[in-house]
C-alpha cells in the first residue's frame, strides 16, 4: 500500500499541491491523469523523493518515507521514468543503467552483472537494448526501454511512469501497455501518468484524476468512461474528433519533387518524395517515428540543407515564389511557419520571458519595430502587447508574458510556440507533433486552430505519429515508410488498416 | 662524435624538456579533467598551482622533508580549492569568478606573506638539496649516456627525471582509471553531464562535486611542489607564469579527456622546447628569425592544429551550471 | 629637511636586481644618516606620473625614479615641480631639476663575457635575457664582444625568456633554457633576466656549471656555482644623489658611470674566490685598463640600435 | 556562465537584492581583509580610511578611480557582449594590446600631417577595428571549425604581446631611447582631458589622466544596452546564447552572429587602448593594458553581465586599484602585494560568495514581515 496524506508543495507562489491524498492498492495499475500543470509530476516527484514536500506524509508498506530522499525511496523499491529521461547522452546504456547500483568500486563486475540482469529484463519483457550503444544516439523509444530497465534493475516494486507514450509510436505505446499488465502479474505496482483517456482505460484499475493542484476524483475504471474523465480533468465537456465542412483545395502552394536526404554516415533517409500541398488542406503525414517524416519537415523548414531534389513554393498574390535552398528567416517572410517537433531545444528560448520566445524568428515583423528601420529597433510594449494577445488566443496558462519560457508547462509552451506561428496568417503551416504531452483541453483548441487555418486558405503540411490525430485533422494523408511515400490516400479512403499496410511497407534504395 | 649521434643529443635534450615542461602542465590539466567533469569550471588552476609551489618552498625552506614538503604543497592546494567549493558547490556562486577570485589571491597571498616571512621580497630562501626531489636515475643515466645514438636519448629523454616527473606521467592512467573504471568515476562524470539524473539516482551531487574538486586540488599541489622543490629551489612571486591557463588550453584541447589531455600538454611542451632550441639558431633560406617569432610559434601552431584537425571540442554538458534541487 | 623619495620600477624592490640595489642605497642613506625616506613600486604604467606627483605632493626631495621606463613621467612631473630636484636612474631627462644617470652596462657585460670565455672548457657561453628589448641587447652585445675578446673562437648562445610581463619573474622557465644552453656545450651562462635568473643559477647549481649573477653581486646565492656578478651600482648612485641634496651639493645633469667611475664591475669575494683563478683576474684587470683608457672600444648597442664591434 | 545567480532561493524585494546584499558583501569582504592586515601588523582601520579615501577622497582620487574604471568597462563590456552570444572570450588583454597598437601607429602616421582632432578621428576606429581584427580569428575559428574559443584566445593573447614587442623594439623603437616605447604623439593630439573639460565648465579640477575615454566608455554601456535588449540584433545574440538550436530554428546564422559578437568584443576591447594610448600616454607602452582584460572577466560576471553593473563593478574595481595604490603610498610596509590581495578578496566575496549571505538575509527578511504583519493587526486592534 502506498499513500501519501495531505501534501502541500508550494513553487515559490504557484501552489502545486494542495492537500493532496492518494492512496495505491499494491500490486495495481493506477493512473493519474489532469491537465498541464495541475501537478502530476510534482506529486509523483514527492513520492520519488525529488521534492520536499511541505506539509504531508509519505507511507510505503505501512513505512514512513524520509522526505525529499530519493536514496530511501529507491530503497523502498520505487522506481520512476520521468517525463524528461534521466540519462546522461554520452553513457553507455549499460553505464546509465548501473549508475546509482554499481555493486563496488571498481565497475567492471558491476557492469558485468548488469549486462546479465539486463539481458535477461529483456528476454523476460522483451524490451530489448543494446546494452553498449550510447543513450545519445538512440531513438526516444529506446531510451523509455533504457528508463525503464534502470527502475527494474534497482528491484523497483512501484514503477512510476509520467507519459510514458508521450513519445512512442502506437506500436511501442501498445508493447508498453502489455508489459505493465506483466508487471502487474509479477506483482509490481504502476502509477501511470497519461494524457490519453484510451491507454487508461486499457491498463489501469483506477484512475485519479488531478485539477490544480488538488485530487478531484478517484474512480474504478471499470466504471468509468472516457467522456466522464475528460469532464473531470477539464472541468467542461470536451469533443474531439472530426468536425466541420469537408476541405476546399486551392492552388497548389508548395510542390517538392525528387527530394532525397542522406545523414553524415551516408545513409538515405529520404528518397524520391514527390508532394504537392495545396490551399485549404491539411494533408498529414504518418508513420512509424524514424522512418523519414523529422526529416522531411526539417528539409522543407530550411533546417536541413538541401541535397537532391528540388522544392518550389508558388507565388501567391504579393508574396513572391520561392526556390529552395531557402533558410527559415526566408521562408518565415515567404509565409512558411514552422511549429518543430521539439519544442523545448528549439521552439523556445527557455531562459527567455514568454514575450521575448514570442518574438523567435519574426523579429522583423513590422508591428513590433520601433524607430528607424536600419537601428531594428524593438519595441518592448507591443512585444508584450503581442504576446498577451497570442496568450489570449490560446489560453495559454498562466497568460503571463513576463514568465520566464521554461516556467510554463510543456502543453502551455507548445501553445504558445503555436500561437506564435499562427499570428501572421502563414499560407504554408509546417508542423510536427503538435500535441505531444499536452492534455486534451489543450489538444482541442489545437485542433480547432489547425482547422480554422485551413479554411481560412492556408496549406497545412502536420507530421504526427498519432493516427487519431492524423484521423482527426487530415484532408489526404500520406504514408512513410523507410524514408519513401509508400501511401496517399484522402481521408475518407483511408482507416487504419490501410494506413498500418502502407506503414509496413517500404524497402529503400540506398 | 658522429653527425647523428650529435642529433641523438639534441633529439634527447628537446624530449628531455618537453617532458620537463609537460610536467605542471599534465597535472593541472588533470585537475582540470577531474573538475570540469563534474561539472565545476576551473578556471583557479593557476592560482592553486601557485599557492602550492608557494607552500612546498616554504615548507622546504624551513628543513622539511621533501614528502613533508609536498604534502604542504597539496593541502595548499587543497585548501584554495575548498575556498572553490564553498563558492561553488555550497553557494552556487559564478564558477569562473571564484576562479579568478582564487587567482588573484593566490598571487597577492603568496608574495604577502612570503615577504612577512622571509624578508626577501616575496622570494623564499633556498629549499636545501636534502629536501628537493632529485634526479632518480643520475648514476643510470652517466652510465649509458654516451652508448651510441640510444645512450643520449635514455639517459636525457627518460632516465633524468625527478620523482615528480614519473609521478605525474603516472597519474595519467591512474585518474583515466579512476574515470573511466570506477564507481566513483561513473558518478562523477555522470554529475557534470546531468546533475539532475544523479540526483535522482539519490546520490548526492555535491558530494561528488567536493570530491572532484579536491582532488583536483591535490593535483595542482603536485604540480606546484614540482616547480619549487623539482624544477627550483625556491619561490619566485607570479612564478607560474600562466601555466594554469595553458593547461586550461591543453584540457579544452583534450576534449576533457585525462590520456588525450596529456598528448596536448605533451604537444604544447614539445612546441615549446623546440621553440626554444630554435631560438638564436639561423634557420636555413630564412636567416636570423625574430625571437619573438620563434616564440610566438608554439601558439601560432596550436591554432592551426585546432583549426586544421581537431573537431569540435564537446564539454561535459553540465559545466559551469550550479544544481539546485528545486529547478 | 625634507625626505628623498625613490619610485622603484615594475620589477619591485626585491627584483634581487637594479631596484634591489636602489633599495640597499636607500637603505644605506637611512643608516647613515639617520633619516628616513618615501618609496613605492609601480604596479602598472599610469601609476608612475601619479607616484612622481604624489611625492612632489609631499615635498619629497630629491625624488628619485628607478628604469629609464620612469622618464616620460618624471618629465612631466619635474616641469610641474621646478622647486624639486629629481633623478632618474639608466635614463637621460634633459631639464635643470634634473639629474640624470646612466651605467655602461655594455662594459660590465664586456668583462663578464671576458670571465664566462676564460672559465668556459667548451669555449661556449650563454646569455639569457628576459625579454629582448635594447637594454638587454645592450647587456648581450658587450658580453659578446668581451667572450671574443677573451677567446676568438669563443662562441656565444642567446636565448630570451618571453614578450610578457612574467618573463622576469619566470625561473622555471629561465631554468629550461639553461639546460637547453648546457645541453649544447655551454658552461657558463650569463643571465640578465630579473627573477627568471634564479631558475637560470639553479639550473648551472644542478648540473655543476657556472652562472653568472646581474645588477646586484649574486655571488652568495650559490658559492662555487656563481662565476662572478656584473654589478651596477645603482645603490652608490642613489645613496650619493641622497646625500648630495642633503649636503647641498647637488647638481643636475647627466652621469654616466662606467668601469672607470666604478659604476659598474665584477664582482669580487670570498664566494668566487676559489672560481676565478689569479691568471684570470689579471686579465680582467688588464682588459678593464684597457677600457678605461679608451683602448679597447665596447660597443653601446643602444647608440646605433646594433651590435657592431 | 549566465548570471541566473540571482534567480537563486526565494524571491526577495530588489533593493535588498541589489542594495543590502551587496553592500554586505563588500562589508565582509572588507573585514576579512581587515582581519588579514591585522594579522600582519597594520591596523585595518587606518588601511581602511586609507582605502576609501584614497579612492574617493579628492577630485584627484576621483580621476584616478574613474580613469582605471574606464579600462574595465571596456573590458567588462567586451566579455559580456560575447558571453550574452554564448562565447567566453578571455582574449580581451590581446585584443587591447592591438587595439592600442593600431589607433597608435595610425595616430604616428598622420600626426604630423593632420590636425589632432582629424588624428583622433582615424585613430579611435581604428583602435576598435584592431581589436575587432584580433577577434576575429578566433571568431572564424570558432565559427566555422568548431576550434574552441578558450584556447585560440587564449592563444592570441600571448600572440599579441610577441607582435607588440616585436614591433616596439624593431620598428617603432626610438633610437637612442632605451625605454621600450614609441615616440610621442605631436603635441594637441589625444584625447581632451577631464581637467579641461572641467575648465571649460568653470569647474577647477586637478590633472588626472581621466579624459573624454570615460564618456565613451558609458556611451558604449548605453549602446550595448540598447543593442542587447532592445534591438533584433540583440534578441538574435541572445537567442544564439542562450539557444543554439532556436536560433538555427530561426533561421539565424551562426557563424554570422558568432563574427558580430567576438569582433564587436574586441572592437569594446580595443577602447582600452584609447583611454590609454589615446587619452593618457599619448604613445605606445609595453604593456599599457595591464591585466584590464583579464580583469574584465571578473567584472563582467560581477556586475552579471549586465551593462549598469559592469559599470557599478568597473567602479569597484577602479578603486581598488587606485585606493590600494594610495595604501601603498601611504604606509609604506603596505607592499602592493597585499593590495593585490585584499582584491582577491573582494571578487571572492562580492563575486563568488555572492549568494552566501542571500539565505540568512532572506531568514531575516520573512522575519521581519512576520513580525509587521503581526503587529500590524494589533496596532488595528488597539
Ligand atoms: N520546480 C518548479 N518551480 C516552480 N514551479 C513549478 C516547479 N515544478 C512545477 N511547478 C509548477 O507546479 C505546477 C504543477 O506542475 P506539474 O509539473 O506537477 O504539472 P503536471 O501535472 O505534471 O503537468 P504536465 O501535464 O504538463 O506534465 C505547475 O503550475 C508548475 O508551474
Ligand atoms: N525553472 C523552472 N522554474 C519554474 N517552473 C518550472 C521550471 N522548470 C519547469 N517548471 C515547471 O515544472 C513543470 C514541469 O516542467 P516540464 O518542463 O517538465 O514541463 P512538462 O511537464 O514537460 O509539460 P508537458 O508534460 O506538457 O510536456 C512545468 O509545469 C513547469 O511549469
Ligand atoms: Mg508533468
Ligand atoms: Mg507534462
Known amino acids: 500500500m502506498i499513500a501519501l496524506r495531505g501534501i502541500h508543495k508550494r513553487f515559490g507562489s504557484v501552489h502545486a499541491s494542495r492537500g493532496v491524498t492518494l492512496e495505491v492498492a499494491p500490486g495495481s495499475i493506477h493512473g493519474l491523469i489532469g491537465e498541464n500543470g495541475a501537478g502530476k509530476s510534482t506529486l509523483m516527484g514527492i513520492l520519488y523523493g525529488l521534492h520536499p514536500p511541505d506539509e504531508g506524509t509519505i507511507e510505503v508498506d505501512g513505512h514512513a518515507l524520509k522526505p525529499g530522499s530519493a536514496r530511501d525511496a529507491i530503497a523502498a523499491g520505487i522506481g520512476m521514468v520521468h517525463q524528461h529521461f534521466m540519462l546522461v547522452d554520452r553513457f553507455t546504456v549499460l553505464e546509465n543503467i548501473v549508475l546509482g547500483a554499481e555493486q563496488g568500486f571498481v565497475l567492471a563486475p558491476s557492469l558485468a552483472a548488469a549486462r546479465r540482469e539486463v539481458l535477461r529484463l529483456a528476454a523476460e519483457f522483451g524490451l530489448e537494448v543494446d546494452p553498449d550503444a550510447v543513450a545519445g544516439e538512440l531513438p526516444v523509444g529506446v531510451l523509455q526501454r533504457v528508463e525503464i530497465l534502470k527502475a527494474l534493475y534497482r528491484g523497483a516494486r512501484v514503477l512510476i511512469l509520467d507519459e510514458p507514450t508521450g513519445v512512442l509510436t502506437p506500436q511501442e505505446a501498445d508493447q508498453l501497455m502489455r508489459m505493465l499488465r506483466q508487471l502487474k502479474r509479477r506483482g509490481t505496482t504502476v502509477l501511470l501518468i497519461t494524457h490519453k483517456l484510451r491507454e487508461v482505460l486499457a491498463v489501469t484499475d483506477r484512475v485519479t484524476v488531478m485539477r490544480a493542484g488538488e485530487v478531484v476524483a478517484t474512480r474504478e475504471t471499470a466504471a468509468t468512461t472516457e467522456a466522464e474523465l475528460a469532464e473531470l480533468m477539464v472541468g467542461r465537456k470536451v469533443r474531439l474528433g472530426r468536425e466541420g465542412p469537408p476541405a476546399q483545395p486551392g492552388a497548389v502552394v508548395l510542390s517538392a519533387r525528387g527530394l532525397g536526404w542522406r545523414d553524415a554516415q551516408g545513409v538515405a533517409r529520404l528518397s524520391g518524395i514527390d508532394l504537392d500541398l495545396r490551399q485549404g488542406e491539411i494533408v498529414g503525414v504518418a508513420g512509424v517515428s524514424g522512418n523519414g517524416q523529422s526529416e522531411l519537415l526539417e528539409l522543407l523548414a530550411g533546417l536541413r540543407p538541401l541535397q537532391s531534389g528540388e522544392i518550389r513554393l508558388a507565388a501567391d498574390g504579393e508574396r513572391p515564389a520561392g526556390v529552395w535552398p531557402l533558410d527559415p528567416h526566408r521562408l518565415r517572410q515567404l509565409g512558411v511557419a514552422h511549429v518543430p517537433e521539439d519544442r523545448h531545444r528549439l521552439g523556445l528560448v527557455l531562459d527567455f520571458e514568454a514575450w521575448e520566445s514570442a518574438a523567435l524568428g519574426y523579429t522583423d515583423d513590422a508591428a513590433i519595430a520601433r524607430g528607424p528601420a536600419v537601428l531594428g529597433l524593438l519595441d518592448h510594449r507591443a512585444m508584450r502587447a503581442q504576446c498577451a494577445g497570442m496568450m489570449a488566443d490560446f489560453d495559454v496558462r498562466p497568460p503571463d508574458p513576463a514568465w520566464r519560457s521554461a516556467k510554463f508547462s510543456g502543453g502551455n509552451q507548445q501553445k504558445l510556440v503555436i500561437a506564435r506561428e499562427l499570428r501572421r496568417a502563414p499560407r504554408l503551416l509546417l508542423i510536427g507533433q503538435p500535441t505531444r504531452g499536452v492534455d486534451i483541453g489543450a489538444i482541442e483548441t489545437i485542433h480547432r486552430a489547425l482547422r480554422r487555418l485551413r479554411d481560412a486558405g492556408c496549406a497545412v503540411l502536420l507530421v504526427s505519429t498519432e493516427l487519431d490525430e492524423i484521423l482527426a485533422l487530415a484532408d489526404r494523408i500520406v504514408v512513410m515508410s523507410q524514408g519513401r511515400i509508400t501511401g496517399e490516400m484522402a481521408r475518407d479512403a483511408a482507416d487504419e488498416v490501410t494506413i498500418g499496410r502502407c506503414m509496413g511497407q517500404g524497402g529503400i534504395a540506398a | 662524435m658522429s653527425e647523428l649521434q650529435e642529433l641523438a643529443t639534441v633529439v634527447a635534450s628537446v624530449l628531455g624538456a618537453t617532458l620537463r615542461i609537460s610536467v605542471p602542465l599534465v597535472l593541472c590539466a588533470l585537475a582540470g579533467v577531474l573538475s570540469e567533469r563534474a561539472g565545476v569550471i576551473d578556471i583557479g588552476l593557476e592560482g592553486k598551482l601557485l599557492a602550492a609551489a608557494f607552500a612546498a618552498a616554504v615548507a622546504g625552506a624551513f628543513g622539511w622533508p621533501a614528502g613533508a614538503a609536498l604534502l604542504a604543497a597539496v593541502a595548499a592546494g587543497m585548501a584554495l580549492s575548498a575556498v572553490h567549493g564553498l563558492a561553488c558547490i555550497r553557494f552556487r556562486g559564478d564558477q569562473i569568478v571564484s576562479g579568478v577570485a582564487i587567482n588573484i589571491l593566490a598571487l597577492g597571498l603568496t608574495a604577502v606573506i612570503g615577504l612577512h616571512l622571509f624578508q626577501r621580497g616575496g622570494r623564499t630562501p633556498d629549499v636545501p638539496p636534502e629536501g628537493r626531489f632529485g634526479v632518480l636515475f643520475d648514476e643510470a643515466a652517466r652510465a649509458v649516456q654516451d652508448w651510441p645514438l640510444i645512450g643520449p636519448l635514455l639517459a636525457e629523454a627518460l632516465l633524468r627525471h625527478t620523482l615528480l616527473t614519473w609521478l605525474a606521467f603516472a597519474l595519467v592512467p591512474a585518474v583515466w582509471w579512476l574515470l573511466y573504471r570506477t564507481r566513483f568515476g561513473l558518478r562523477l562524470r555522470a554529475v557534470g553531464e546531468n546533475p539532475a539524473m544523479v540526483d535522482a539516482a539519490g546520490i548526492s551531487v555535491a558530494g561528488l562535486r567536493w570530491r572532484a574538486v579536491l582532488l583536483a586540488g591535490v593535483l595542482c599541489g603536485i604540480g606546484g611542489a614540482f616547480l619549487t622543490l623539482a624544477q627550483n629551489a625556491s619561490f619566485t612571486p607570479g612564478m607560474s607564469a600562466g601555466r594554469g591557463f595553458m593547461a586550461l588550453a591543453a584540457m579544452v584541447f583534450g576534449h576533457w579527456h585525462p590520456v588525450r589531455a596529456l598528448w596536448a600538454c605533451l604537444l604544447f611542451g614539445l612546441l615549446d622546447a623546440v621553440a626554444i632550441r630554435l631560438q638564436g639558431t639561423v634557420l636555413p633560406g630564412l636567416g636570423a628569425v625574430p625571437v619573438e617569432l620563434i616564440q610566438a610559434l608554439p601558439y601560432l601552431f596550436t591554432v592551426v592544429l585546432l583549426a586544421g584537425f581537431f573537431g569540435r571540442a564537446q564539454a561535459p554538458a553540465a559545466l559551469g551550471q550550479s544544481f539546485t534541487k528545486e529547478r | ?309 | 556562465m549566465s548570471g541566473s545567480t540571482a534567480a537563486a532561493g526565494a524571491p526577495l524585494p530588489r533593493w535588498i537584492d541589489f542594495g543590502v546584499l551587496p553592500l554586505l558583501n563588500a562589508l565582509l569582504a572588507l573585514a576579512v581583509a581587515g582581519a588579514l592586515v591585522a594579522l600582519l601588523g597594520h591596523s585595518p582601520a587606518q588601511a581602511m580610511r586609507l582605502l576609501v579615501e584614497g579612492a574617493f577622497g579628492s577630485g584627484l582620487a576621483w580621476g584616478y578611480t574613474l580613469h582605471y574604471a574606464t579600462n574595465f568597462i571596456f573590458t567588462g563590456l567586451a566579455v559580456a557582449l560575447a558571453a550574452h552570444a554564448g562565447l567566453f572570450n578571455i582574449g580581451a588583454e590581446g585584443q587591447a594590446s592591438v587595439g592600442g597598437l593600431l589607433a597608435c601607429v595610425v595616430a604616428l602616421a598622420l600626426d604630423r600631417w593632420l590636425p589632432g582632432w582629424a588624428v583622433l578621428l582615424l585613430a579611435m576606429p581604428a583602435a576598435a577595428l584592431g581589436g575587432a581584427a584580433w577577434a576575429a580569428v578566433p571568431a572564424w575559428l570558432q565559427a566555422r571549425r568548431g576550434s574552441h574559443i578558450v584556447i585560440t584566445t587564449i592563444m592570441f593573447n600571448f600572440l599579441a604581446s610577441a607582435l607588440l614587442v616585436w614591433l616596439l623594439v624593431n620598428v617603432l623603437a626610438v633610437p637612442g631611447n632605451p625605454s621600450v616605447e614609441s615616440r610621442a604623439l605631436a603635441e594637441g593630439v589625444g584625447l581632451p582631458k577631464a581637467q579641461a573639460l572641467l575648465a571649460a565648465l568653470g569647474v577647477n579640477a586637478p590633472a588626472t589622466p581621466l579624459n573624454a575615454a570615460l564618456g565613451l566608455a558609458l556611451l558604449c554601456a548605453a549602446g550595448l544596452w540598447v543593442l542587447l535588449w532592445h534591438t533584433r540584433l540583440g534578441h538574435a545574440l541572445r537567442t544564439l546564447g542562450h539557444a543554439p538550436g532556436a536560433a538555427h530554428y530561426a533561421g539565424l546564422s551562426s557563424v554570422r552572429l558568432t563574427l558580430i559578437a567576438l569582433m564587436g568584443s574586441g572592437a569594446l576591447a580595443g577602447g582600452v587602448g584609447i583611454n590609454e594610448v589615446l587619452g593618457v600616454h599619448h604613445r605606445l607602452l609595453l604593456d599599457f593594458v595591464a591585466g584590464a582584460g583579464f580583469t574584465g572577466i571578473a567584472v563582467a560576471l560581477m556586475g552579471r553581465n549586465h551593462p549598469a553593473g559592469i559599470v557599478l563593478a568597473a567602479l569597484l574595481f577602479g578603486a581598488l586599484v587606485q585606493g590600494g595604490s594610495e595604501l601603498a603610498f601611504e604606509i609604506p610596509t603596505f607592499s602592493r602585494d597585499m593590495v593585490t590581495a585584499v582584491q582577491g578578496l573582494v571578487v571572492l566575496f562580492c563575486g563568488a560568495l555572492a549568494l552566501m549571505l542571500r539565505p540568512l538575509v532572506a531568514r531575516l527578511w520573512a522575519l521581519w514581515t512576520l513580525r509587521a504583519r503581526r503587529v500590524a493587526p494589533a496596532g488595528e486592534g488597539a
Open chain 3, 1 to 309: 629637511q625634507a625626505q628623498p623619495a625613490v619610485v622603484y620600477d615594475a620589477g619591485g624592490k626585491f627584483d634581487k636586481s637594479f631596484n634591489e640595489a636602489a633599495y640597499n642605497g636607500m637603505e644605506r642613506f637611512r643608516k647613515e644618516t639617520g633619516g628616513s625616506y618615501l618609496e613605492f613600486e609601480i604596479a602598472n604604467d599610469t601609476q608612475r606620473e601619479q607616484a612622481f606627483r604624489r611625492m612632489a605632493q609631499k615635498g619629497a626631495n630629491p625624488i628619485i625614479g628607478i628604469g629609464f621606463t620612469q622618464a616620460s613621467a618624471l618629465e612631466k612631473v619635474a616641469k610641474e615641480f621646478p622647486q624639486l630636484k629629481f633623478a632618474i636612474v639608466d635614463m637621460v631627462v634633459n631639464l635643470p631639476n634634473v639629474q640624470s644617470v646612466v651605467f655602461k652596462e655594455q662594459e660590465g657585460s664586456f668583462l663578464a663575457g671576458m670571465a664566462a670565455a676564460m672559465a668556459s672548457r667548451s669555449g661556449k657561453v650563454g646569455f639569457i635575457g628576459g625579454m629582448d628589448v635594447p637594454l638587454i641587447r645592450r647587456f648581450q652585445c658587450g658580453y659578446e664582444q668581451g667572450a671574443k675578446h677573451a677567446n676568438p673562437k669563443a662562441e656565444t648562445l642567446s636565448n630570451m625568456t618571453g614578450t610578457t610581463p612574467a618573463a622576469w619573474s619566470d625561473p622555471t622557465r629561465g631554468g629550461e633554457l639553461a639546460r637547453n644552453q648546457f645541453s649544447r656545450g655551454v658552461d657558463v651562462i650569463f643571465a640578465a633576466a630579473g627573477g627568471t635568473g634564479v631558475g637560470v643559477y639553479q639550473a648551472a647549481k644542478d648540473q655543476g656549471r657556472l652562472a653568472i649573477g646581474v645588477d646586484s653581486n649574486q655571488n652568495h646565492l650559490h658559492p662555487g656555482t656563481m662565476l662572478t656578478s656584473m654589478v651596477k651600482r645603482v645603490d652608490v648612485a642613489v645613496f650619493n644623489i641622497a646625500r648630495s641634496v642633503k649636503d647641498n651639493r647637488w647638481q643636475s645633469g647627466v652621469q654616466v658611470l662606467g668601469l672607470k667611475e666604478n659604476g659598474v664591475a665584477l664582482a669580487m669575494d670570498e664566494h668566487n674566490a676559489k672560481l676565478v683563478t689569479p691568471e684570470m683576474k689579471k686579465k680582467l684587470d688588464a682588459a678593464q685598463a684597457d677600457i678605461v683608457a679608451g683602448r679597447i672600444k665596447v660597443a653601446d648597442y643602444m647608440a646605433d640600435n646594433a651590435c657592431r664591434y
